[in-house]
């Protein structure tokens, strides 16, 4: 929705553009889109190696709009593109003949030879051709013929519900009431929609909602389900009912419950299980009911929540019946989803008859205005006391629930921009002296961390400036001298350094020499340069005092990771003196301090670019750091750093045991990383990128085994790559199918070729 646009969505932009033959500059990407920057910067070199794309390439899967064939002679001109997916580019074009915009779904060239392709291109135009019903997008024409299918509909000139944002619950009902009756008429005339969300809902300039996208639809004819195959749901993960994922069953029903879950976002600007991964979104919606909704307007989230139940007998038993649900909300009448008590009842009534109610409610409230005029002076006097006793109470309660909160879960830009929001109110409470002013440089302390974290930069440094006002140790002079730099302002940046390993080098607390430590290396030009090695002697003592501070021994790990050389001489008793090691300690113990693991990660992955061979010690390391990495994936599923590192690391690893000789263990890494990889394949929700990666995989598996000689086991696997090829629709089919026949039993490219250098050299194009 407006405002509201994620990372994931950020990168399906991404990879869009690129299947459209324009591959975007990362960094300018990631500029345009400041909230996600760093984010961004993160995973889309991994998206683009993943999918094998590159700037120089410029060479995208999905055609640029000249790869297209030219359709004046159909009556038609294309003038821009709208959007694609996995079949085709959705283009507004020109109907010269009545010189009117249509929008135009074209599918791509590089599946015109495919037969089921071309199937589901034609059966889709059908089933829309089928529909005709106001709030259902129209089609005007079609036509499929060697070289180009197409089909011409309704151009919506507006945006789609997940852009759109919402504050009113009966705005969103009466909308919602017209896609109700939409989707109703479809059930009636047989279609089951199977992919109804947000996206799919377009609202027009007028405020009229169109159903769109029947690219899944099913027409049910004389049955009142679809058994689809296990593994083969079409459609958007979070929208999928319990019954759809566990038994296959895909019933009217199925689409109700995806239109209450796409009801449920609009209203609480959220999904029912928001911040999972797949797998674990998976097991949720199979297992548990959807949490309740609260909203302003109980009617409406009784009517909401009773479309998502858990058991379709507890749904409504068609959505014409939903349709007159949200009638009764929005005329302010009792609605079915919920038995109201006579309050209730009056409160409608009154909201359905408001004059009458005036003057039925007029005598009743004069004769109890004079015992409230009684108590007026006490109450008021009462409340002003008890409302200034409270401002400080419910302040600091808030910002200490906000605190754990952004403990509990990665910084992020949203976090950010909800503390920066609630400081003035913080400031305004602290002017009125019923809050300490330590809680508002405290509050200036998270923002500027969160600020910092996620690229954030101008406002760390603002709130780094404003925290300086209140405290004059060395931490704040420190961090904002970080963001200063972060932002191109070295000059300022180093006196601010100098002025804290000047000012603080001999400080009694602990804590500014710590943030003296930090400047020196902020400082130091080279890893043998006077202030890292001043730094080192400094951090000595602090550690002589206070041996298990985790933040000293981090500290400590990346001095040792910078050089470890400079400081072989100089260790420290009862520390590791080996950074892996140390690192992967304060990752075992610190879990809930993702930096920890990431650095350990980022150091394995630097050894394995420079080192030729690994000792058995140094194996140990990188298996546990590699496990280390999948653990950090189940605790933070979403953070992008921690899956670029965990797939690169991975990838490096299984070449490291290739180079080795160690066949064998290799097999099995590539094993455990497919084994990861698969379990997301059948998952609607995740992208080509990764479906790719893993059928790649499976295809160096197959070469390897024709390889060895091991027919039975490679036919059964080239079956199992086939049934995949199946429910993978994207733009590399083509080309995985062709792989796949050359890989057949009489096939010997691989031949003459070790299985190491099979193996490694895939990897890399295929991670």
Not at 133 to 161: D, Q, T
Not at 419 to 444: D, F, H, Q, T
């Amino acid at each position: 929705m407006k405002g509201k646009i994620s990372l994931e969505d950020l990168v399906e932009q991404f990879l869009d553009q690129c299947r459209s033959g324009n591959v975007p500059d990362i960094q300018d990407f990631a500029g345009a889109h400041p909230e996600f920057a760093s984010e961004l910067l993160a995973l889309l070199p991994l998206v683009m190696e993943m999918e094998d794309w590159s700037v120089e390439k410029k060479q995208g899967i999905m055609p640029p709009v000249h790869d297209f064939p030219d359709l004046e002679g159909d009556d038609y001109r294309l003038i821009r593109r709208l959007g694609s997916g996995g079949m085709g580019v959705v283009f507004e074009a020109l109907q010269l003949s009545l010189n009117r915009k249509v929008a135009l779904k074209l599918l791509s060239p590089l599946l015109l030879q495919d037969a089921a392709q071309r199937s589901l291109f034609e059966h889709e135009a059908h089933v829309i051709a089928r529909l005709h019903h106001p709030n259902i997008v129209r089609i005007f024409s079609a036509a499929c013929r060697p070289g180009c299918c197409y089909y011409a509909m309704e151009l919506i000139e507006g945006k789609s519900l997940d852009e759109c944002e919402f504050s009113n619950p009966y705005e969103i009902a009466r909308i919602g009431l017209q896609a109700a009756r939409a989707i109703a008429y479809a059930h009636r005339c047989g279609i089951l929609h199977r992919d109804i969300k947000p996206a799919n809902l377009l609202l027009d300039e007028a405020g009229e909602v169109h159903v769109s996208d029947f690219g899944l639809a099913f027409l049910l004819q004389e049955r009142n389900e679809v058994i689809e195959k296990e593994g083969a749901q079409s459609g958007t993960l979070r929208y999928m009912s319990p019954e759809r994922l566990v038994h296959g069953v895909n019933t009217f029903s199925s689409d109700q419950y995806a239109f209450g879950v796409t009801l449920y976002e609009l209203v609480a600007k959220s999904p029912p299980f928001p911040g999972l991964a797949p797998e674990e979104l998976m097991e949720r919606i199979c297992r548990e009911p959807v949490p309740p909704l609260k909203c302003s307007e109980p009617d409406l989230a009784a009517i909401i929540n009773k479309c998502v139940s858990f058991r379709p007998e507890s749904r409504y038993r068609s959505m014409d019946e939903l349709s007159e649900d949200l009638l009764h909300f929005l005329n302010h009448e009792p609605v079915g989803a919920s038995s109201p008590s006579p309050a209730r009842r009056l409160q409608l009534w009154m909201k359905r008859k408001p004059a009458v109610a005036v003057l039925s409610l007029a005598a009743a409230l004069c004769a109890a205005a004079f015992v409230v005029a009684l108590g007026a002076g006490y109450l008021q006097t009462a409340s002003a006391l008890k409302l200034a006793e409270n401002n400080a109470a419910v302040a600091d309660a808030a910002l200490s629930q906000v605190f754990t909160r952004i403990a509990e879960q990665p910084p992020s830009q949203k976090n950010t921009q909800l503390l920066s929001a609630l400081l003035p109110y913080y400031r305004m409470i602290a002017r009125g002296k019923n809050l300490p002013e330590s809680k508002v440089c405290e509050a200036n302390a998270v923002i500027g961390e969160c600020a910092l974290r996620t690229g954030s930069y101008a406002l760390a440094e603002e709130a780094f400036r404003n925290m300086m006002k209140f405290r004059k140790d060395a931490f704040p002079v420190n961090q904002l001298a970080t963001a200063l730099k972060k932002q191109g302002k070295d000059k300022e940046a180093t006196e601010l350094f100098r002025q804290v390993a000047d000012r603080f080098a001999m400080s009694e607390r602990a804590e500014d020499r710590f943030e003296t430590i930090r400047a020196l290396l902020a400082l130091s030009g080279s890893p043998e340069s006077v202030e890292r090695s001043r730094a080192f002697g400094m951090l000595e003592t602090l550690l002589e005092d206070d041996p298990d501070h985790p933040e000293y021994r981090f500290q400590y790990a990346q001095l040792l990771a910078g050089n470890p050389r400079l400081f072989r001489e100089r260790r420290i008793p009862g520390i590791e003196p080996n950074a892996a090691v140390l690192l992967l300690q304060l990752a075992d113990a610190h879990p809930e301090r993702p930096e920890y693991g990431l650095a350990l990660v980022e150091l394995m992955l630097k050894k394995l670019r420079y080192a030729r061979n690994f000792r058995e010690h140094n194996q140990r390391e990188l298996a546990d750091t590699v496990n280390l990495s999948e653990r950090l994936l189940g605790r933070w599923p979403n953070d992008p750093q921690i899956i670029s590192g965990m797939v690169r690391l991975h990838a490096r690893y299984i070449g490291a045991l290739r180079r080795e000789g160690k066949n064998a263990w290799a097999r099995r890494e590539s094993d455990r990383l497919q084994g990861i990889l698969e379990v997301l394949f059948y998952n609607p929700e995740i992208s080509d990128a990764v479906k790719e990666s893993l059928i790649r995989l499976q295809l160096q598996r197959l070469k390897l085994l024709r390889h060895d000689g091991q027919s039975y086991e490679g036919e059964d696997l080239r079956k199992k790559i086939s049934r995949e090829l199946g429910f993978y629709h994207g733009p590399m089919l083509r080309v995985f199918r062709e792989e796949l026949d050359k890989a057949g039993p009489d096939d010997e490219s691989s031949v003459g070729k070790s299985e190491d250098s099979i193996i490694f050299e895939r990897t890399k194009q295929g991670l």
